[in-house]
């Protein structure tokens, strides 16, 4: 199968260094294996949405040199396709209304990721006289195997570490497990290039892709770019803009943190080219974060 990556940021800001190891990254595995690369923007979660940003990160990708294939692929258009899916799901009761706040579950133990895990309380039905808020998925104790191609062997039981998820918010949004793994599946990637703040999230998205009857890709996870105090770079961190007006000492930076070798180039266009000939993703460093260089 020809190899389709994609870049899927969200729309809550301009790229900064972070997104860029990211965008870099997906770009060169898809181009060094003869693939297309994708451009999807994340943007169900409109109150996170920045006005302009969408826009401010095509520019953005623009000037990188790091062009896409096909046209940009936005999640708010697609609403439609995800409610099938998920009512696909609950004919099968694969899926249960969930009437539980944030505050009720409080008390459980802490997931993987830092939320709570969910006890299965809506599992067999919801209370007298509670209403649905949310939907969640029904999940098995049976361990989710896969190995990602920088972190090594990765298990998680998804029942008994994250438990039943949501797939659809209390306020109606379609939740990013579910959207993501859709749109995978429809848009063909083969392979999955992101950061490994994402990594916990994998196992849940191979559950969904099975219970769907769809392929799952390769997943290769990159160090997640981190301050020198160790929070991941965000706009909510103060993280920087990368500057598009000037790609060769950005694109530089972002080299130097994937482990790759740093080629002296007058443009961007010959700083890809030269990094694409010699992509490696034996040189990633294999660590769930890393620090930003300055």
Partial sequence: MRYTGRFAPSPTGPLHFGSLVAAL??????????????????????????????E?????????????????????SRGDRYAAVLEGLARRGATYPCGCTRSEIADSALAIDGARIY??????????????????????REPIHFVDRVQGEIVQSVEREVGDFVL??????IAYQLAVVVDDADQGVTDV???????????????LQRLLGYPTPRYLHLPAAVSAGGEKLSKQTGAAAIDAAHPLP???????????????????????????????????????ASAAPA
Avoid: N
Wanted: overall charge positive.
């Fill in 193 to 207: 290039v992101r950061g490994a703040d994402l990594l916990d999230s994998t196992p849940r998205q191979i559950w």
């Fill in 119 to 140: 006890p299965g309380t809506c599992r067999g039905g919801l209370a007298p006289g509670r209403r649905a808020r949310a939907t969640r998925v029904c999940t098995a």
């Fill in 56 to 76: 401010a990160i095509v520019r953005q990708l623009e000037g990188l040199g790091l062009v896409w294939d096909g046209a940009v692929l936005y999640q708010s």
């Fill in 250 to 288: 950005e694109l530089a930076r972002a080299l130097a943190f994937l482990g790759q070798p740093v080629p002296d180039a007058a443009t961007a266009a010959e700083m890809l080219q030269h990094a694409l000939e010699r992509w490696d993703v034996s040189l990633i460093p294999r660590a769930r």
């Fill in 168 to 173: 659809r918010r209390a306020d109606g949004v």
């Fill in 25 to 54: 990254a997906s770009w060169l595995d898809a181009r060094a294996a003869g693939g297309s690369w994708l451009l999807r923007m994340e943007d169900l979660d409109k109150p996170r949405e920045q006005p302009g940003a969408a």
